[in-house]
């Protein structure tokens, strides 16, 4: 086997960390799957029941901290197993729950520490340090990752339909542990690098046109230079205003358009006269082209950061608008076309934001950075599905959610013009006259 700290190990790290990802959030985006069967079984109402996942993604978002600390100080060995167990032995507990209170601890709180524990937070604090250079390539490739879990939509309405509610809880979490424990306690590594050659030496050493690492042509100019040789910590980052935009980016985003879509999205369609498979089958579809979308992300690397970005949230707003004209299912096409739309633009759009967080804040203390961004989306994701269920109680359609999310994503629009990253981290380098 290539020892850990051979560079092109990195590529094991990365498929790795992608099986990981899309069997981890197979587990908390199958949701908007089994929240209508939830419903039917107990008869309970939308916003309390929302409320199951609400509790997850606060939970997810006050431990994902936590998580990226824990990696940067322990092996990924430890930590990535151990969230496994728990995300998935909290999904198989599920099956036996009875009371709102009882998913309220079993899926908000286990399964949501489990999943920040071996997620998002943890994967890309260990990948980030071995895909210094492509970072637009290897948060591509993760966010492909968590795209593909979505296509467990259809997977999990096949085994509700098929064994019931119950059995495809104790099925889809069992499954989860028993692959991502071996394999990440198998081949996940932390890099082990000499000190010249580290995350934090490489970022500096282009910073300050090393000759090594940057051509003439692109010597950063004071502000990139400074920005570059500043050992972030989360106290530093905090201070600066493009943290706090970048944080609210999140919140609108990832937080509020994304997961009302994630939570709400098959009952859209049920509610407008879709059958539960057909919805099912619509959401596979906004999985599938969420991975699509996020193949276009390493453009990022090449356009620049903020044009790709803008980019994929222009059609997810496109897609919310096209939900406002959607009432029944004569024209099933158009709920699939809502599908490409919504889920490619997600795809181009979340790899890209993550990326810019790397850019500006990637070091030694990303992984608290990092989780204290994604505590901010899960701040929004939190109460956003409630207020979604909460909404559509009160006036009996989505009409005033859809309202919210298109809101959401144009906001994201205008204060990404006032991140400009580019000005820090720029990514395409234009060659100075001689």
């Known amino acids: 086997m290539n020892k850990p700290d051979n560079i092109s190990y990195r590529w094991v790290v990365l498929v790795v ?21 939830i419903v039917e079984a107990f008869g309970w109402q939308r916003g309390n029941t929302a409320l199951i996942f609400s509790i997850s993604i606060i939970v997810y978002g006050l431990s994902a901290p936590l998580a990226g600390g824990l990696v940067d100080r322990f092996s990924p060995r430890v930590i990535l197993p151990i969230g496994a167990v728990i995300l998935g ?25 489990g999943l920040s524990m071996s997620g998002w937070t943890t994967l890309t604090t260990i990948v980030s340090r071995w895909f210094v250079n492509n970072q637009g390539l290897s948060f591509g490739v993760m966010t492909a990752g968590f795209g593909s879990s979505l296509v467990y939509a259809t997977v999990a309405q096949f085994l509700i339909s098929t064994f019931g509610w119950k059995t495809a809880c104790v099925i889809i979490g069992g499954s989860a542990t028993v692959i991502i424990v071996p394999l990440c306690a198998l081949f996940m590594r932390r890099r082990h690098t000499r000190s010249d050659d580290s995350p934090d030496a490489a970022i500096n050493s282009s910073a300050s046109g090393n000759p090594k690492n940057s051509n003439a042509a692109d010597v ?45 999205q098959v009952y859209f369609f049920r509610d407008a006269g879709y059958s539960p498979m057909l919805a099912a089958n619509i959401y596979s579809t906004f999985g599938i082209a969420f991975v699509l979308g996020t193949l276009f992300s390493f453009a990022s690397d090449r356009l620049g950061r903020e044009i790709v970005f803008n980019t994929g949230c222009l059609l997810c707003a496109a897609a919310v608008f096209l939900l406002l004209f959607i009432k029944d299912p004569s024209r099933p096409w158009m709920g699939f076309l809502y599908a490409v739309l919504f889920g490619s633009g997600m795809g181009i759009a979340a790899p890209v934001f993550f990326t810019m967080v790397a850019d500006l804040f990637l070091g030694r203390h990303f992984g608290s950075i990092q989780g204290s961004i994604i505590f901010g989306i899960s701040l929004s994701g939190a109460t956003s599905p409630w207020l979604g269920g909460f909404l559509h109680d009160k006036t009996g359609s989505y009409f005033s959610t859809y309202l919210l999310m298109l809101g959401s994503l144009l906001l994201c629009l205008l204060l990404m013009r006032f991140v400009e990253p580019h000005k820090l981290k720029p990514v395409v380098k234009s060659k100075k006259r001689s």
């Open 17 to 37: 960390a992608f099986i990981t990802l899309v069997l981890g959030y197979a587990i908390r985006n199958c949701f908007s799957v089994f929240y209508p069967a």
């Open 89 to 113: 032995g909290g999904m198989a507990l599920c099956s036996q729950a009875d009371t709102q209170w009882e998913f309220y601890i079993f899926y908000g709180v286990l399964v949501a520490i």
């Open 220 to 264: 950063p100019d004071e502000a990139e230079r400074k920005w570059s040789e500043t050992t972030w910590t989360l106290a530093r980052a905090i201070k600066t205003y493009r943290y706090w935009l970048l944080f609210f980016i999140g919140f609108c985003h990832l937080g509020i358009a994304e997961y009302i879509a994630i939570a709400h």
